[in-house]
């Protein structure tokens, strides 16, 4: 029998005392409890097994093969009193022994003996923190928080026998000893390292921690800068593991211990000291200094933030940053095998992120939008489903998925959204998820009904749970765009005030345990006129998100992109640049269920320039990813990126402008970003950009600049929209008053840039 790491033993999370059982002869338990914010609480005591009682189930040996027997095991058992008869027909060879069976397939287990003689035989089974179970197979180690939802007891003989044993278990709570809170199993991470490298330290905890979420105890890494400031950082629950390609799926193996970790990155070249506290809610307290850290380097932190001069659009570390990217919710999308005829990608994981985040990036990409949905990464769902533990701890392999996932993302200059919840999560209508919510009282949750996910004191701690935990795991972790709190809030069942003091406090939250400052934002469905204004108001909420789907029918005259885009910002009823916040579109193209081939496939090859020239913050994020990659449309992100390249749209006098342009065969959609001194613009064959199809040949264009232009020289570039290349150029003399530009033929669309010059 191999003795358990030391970190492993003190790592055993999440040890609910258990509830009163009784086991029978069919399998089943029955159990008396309550539940208390998700915890199972004791009602009773079991009582012990009676020395002279019949077995509470007979098993048929099934030797020379291994017979194994399970029996449904409460959360939370901490050691189990085991009665084996052995009859006088069993063969003198007979071992056996105890298993602990998790949720997902795990089995840790450990022999008790190998040869039993007739009569009974009682075993005391531990099962808390510091059992001595081995993984099958390994190198999983044990740990209470693995939530085994069954107790095997195993049988072996070389002999052939069907002998009829009989087997009984009672559970019971483990009893701890009372240990003097400390901090141990230190990992230190390096003494030097780069500005923006990450440091890691890795420990245990003496007594064994009860919240798998990180609330008790808490602990924190308090760090001192050069130049005296501090900052503190969460620790986390980690298990690594690898990632194992099956072919269709993804599967997750444990390759390593599970420990508690925290995690920072030096923004500033010099000496850092660190020092870990831990605090438990009994009182208790722990502390211990770590060798100090040197960074070198220029100061950065690599963290995407709303600009502080031109709060319009995103900076990082004061240069501006306009990102290009795909909506790639999630491995694979039903919706658009549906309404286009794409084909399922196969779930592969993080095999799959790896490929497409490639291809993006190779385009010109470098931003995508993930969601942590039951379905892809979320941290938490029911918990009968594989991988999840419902409210009572993280999902360990669906966090290394997202950590794999952010370090290749960095690797390809790639930075992700993280959408938080999807709207079917809290919606009982639209795409309904309502009925596996965890927070749902049908699954053992608090919640009647979808809208209490807003307003319950149960739903809204345990929300704060998960916050913490993201926070802690990957908060200084560039490739991290920014918090999104929903999918399309409005297709939810939250409605009015409630809503809204949701995200105000949910936006805090985010804030305050977020020491990096990167950005929150909701998002809204349909299109700009279905944001809620009091929530886009809220100083918490940083940037909007919304949808950009147009009447996209072929029997119908279709929605302009072009206008849907602009008047996102610049309606002059309900367009959000009185916000003064970053504004972006993460889904569109044409509508968001079927709709002609060519109006999907114009809108993505327009979205961007449309994007640009209105003073939207980021391209617009098409969601038909399938559709992209499959069809190979990758061209779009790089002829956007290639003209955007260099461009620096900040400024209190840089705005958008409607500019008129005229051809004799075409009607003509023109806008320009315009800052002193400098132009940059994009026109569009109007009939071609609401359509599709065949690109029309656009001659003997005019675009109207300006109607009182100061007299001067002015170098005028034209760009092929669809390539992203530059086509030619000119000098222009301006004498002053009206500024006409007059662009050479073009296919379907062009952009410019006029620039003054001395």
Not at 34 to 56: I, L, N, Y
Not at 66 to 91: C, H
Not at 558 to 563: G, N, R, S
Request: with cysteine.
């Amino acid at each position: 029998m191999r003795r358990l790491l030391p970190i492993l033993i003190l790592c055993g999370l999440l040890t609910a005392v258990l509830s009163a059982v009784r086991w029978g002869s069919s399998g089943e338990g029955r159990t008396s409890q309550r539940r208390e914010t998700g915890v199972v609480r004791p009602v009773a005591e079991a009582p012990s097994p009676s020395p002279g009682k019949e077995p509470a189930a007979e098993v048929e040996l099934r030797a020379p093969l291994t017979t194994v027997f399970e029996q449904p095991m409460p959360v939370g058992t901490g050691r189990v009193a085991l009665d084996i008869t052995v009859p006088e027909s069993a063969p003198d060879d007979l071992g056996v022994g105890v298993c602990a069976i998790d949720r997902d397939g795990g089995w840790w287990q450990r022999p008790l003996a190998a040869r039993l003689a007739p009569g009974r035989h009682r075993f005391s089974v531990d099962l808390s923190a510091r059992a001595a179970l081995a993984a099958e197979p390994p190198p999983a180690e044990w740990a209470p928080l693995r939530r085994s939802a069954r107790l095997g007891v195993y049988l072996w003989s070389a002999t052939a026998s069907r002998a009829r044993i009989g087997i009984d278990a009672q559970p019971g709570p483990a009893v701890e000893p009372a240990t003097a809170p400390r901090l141990m199993a230190l990992q230190p991470g390096p003494s030097r390292l780069a500005v923006g490298e990450r440091y890691s330290v890795t420990l245990g905890l003496e007594p064994v921690p009860v919240d798998a979420w990180g609330d008790d105890p808490l602990v924190t890494l308090r760090i001192t800068e050069p130049g005296g400031t501090v900052r503190e950082v969460g620790a986390f629950l980690r298990e690594p593991m690898r990632s194992v390609d099956r072919g269709d799926r993804e599967d997750m193996r444990p390759s390593g211990p599970l420990h508690l970790a925290c995690r920072f990155r030096p923004r500033l070249p010099g000496r850092h000291t660190l020092e870990l506290r831990a605090l438990w809610s009994s009182g208790g307290s722990a502390r211990v200094e770590l060798p100090p850290v040197e960074a070198s380097g220029a100061p950065s932190t690599g963290i995407v933030r709303v600009d502080a001069v031109d709060p319009r659009f995103f900076s990082i570390d004061g240069e501006l940053w306009w990102p290009i990217g795909l909506n790639i919710n999630n491995t694979y999308d039903l919706r658009s095998k549906e309404v286009n005829g794409t084909k399922l990608t196969p779930a592969r994981g993080t095999l799959t992120y790896a490929a497409i985040l490639d291809r993006l990036a190779l385009s010109g990409g470098d931003a995508a939008e993930v969601w942590l949905s039951s379905w892809n990464l979320a941290p938490a769902w029911r918990e009968d489903w594989p991988g999840y533990h419902g409210l009572h701890a993280p999902s360990l392999a669906n966090a290394e998925r997202l950590d794999a996932i952010l370090d290749h993302a960095w690797s390809r200059g790639i930075r992700l959204k993280l959408v938080i919840n999807n709207h079917g999560q809290a919606s009982p209508s639209a795409d309904r998820e309502w009925k596996d919510n965890p927070l749902n009282r049908l699954n053992g949750g608090p919640c009647s009904d979808a809208t209490q996910v807003f307003v319950h004191p149960e739903a809204l701690a345990f929300q704060d749970r998960v916050r913490r935990y993201l926070v802690a795991r990957y908060a200084d972790h560039p490739a991290v765009w920014g918090w999104k709190l929903w999918s399309e809030i409005d297709l939810t069942a939250g409605r009015g005030e409630p809503l809204v003091r949701w995200h105000e406090q949910a936006a805090a939250r985010f804030h305050l345990l977020d020491p990096s400052g990167r950005p929150v934002c909701t998002h809204w469905a349909g299109d700009y006129r279905r944001v809620n204004p009091d929530i886009a108001a809220l100083p918490g909420i940083d940037y909007l998100c919304l949808d950009a789907y147009r009447r996209a029918r072929a029997d119908r005259d279709p929605a302009p992109l072009a206008d849907i885009l602009a008047g996102s910002l610049h309606d002059p009823v309900r367009g959000l640049s009185r916000f003064a916040k970053p504004v972006l579109v993460t889904e569109f193209g044409a509508s968001s269920g079927s709709s002609p081939e060519d109006f999907r496939a114009v809108d993505h090859l327009i979205g961007g320039w449309i994007g640009l020239v209105s003073g939207h913050a980021a391209a617009p994020m098409l969601w038909w990813w399938e559709w992209v990659d499959q069809g190979n449309r990758w061209a779009p992100f790089g002829a956007v990126r290639r003209f955007a390249d260099g461009e620096d749209l900040r400024g209190p006098e840089a705005r958008s402008l409607a500019l008129v342009a005229e051809a004799p065969s075409e009607k003509l959609w023109s806008r320009a970003w315009i800052r002193p001194g400098r132009a940059i613009g994009y026109v569009l064959a109007a009939g071609w950009g609401a359509r599709g199809g065949e690109m029309p040949l656009v001659e003997g264009a005019r675009i109207r600049l300006s109607d009182e232009g100061a007299a001067g020289s002015i170098a005028v570039e034209w760009w092929d929209a669809t390539s992203g290349g530059l086509i030619g150029g000119l000098r222009v003399n301006h004498p002053g008053g009206a500024l006409d530009l007059r662009p050479p033929p073009f296919r379907g669309h062009l952009g410019w840039k006029a620039v003054r010059r001395p």
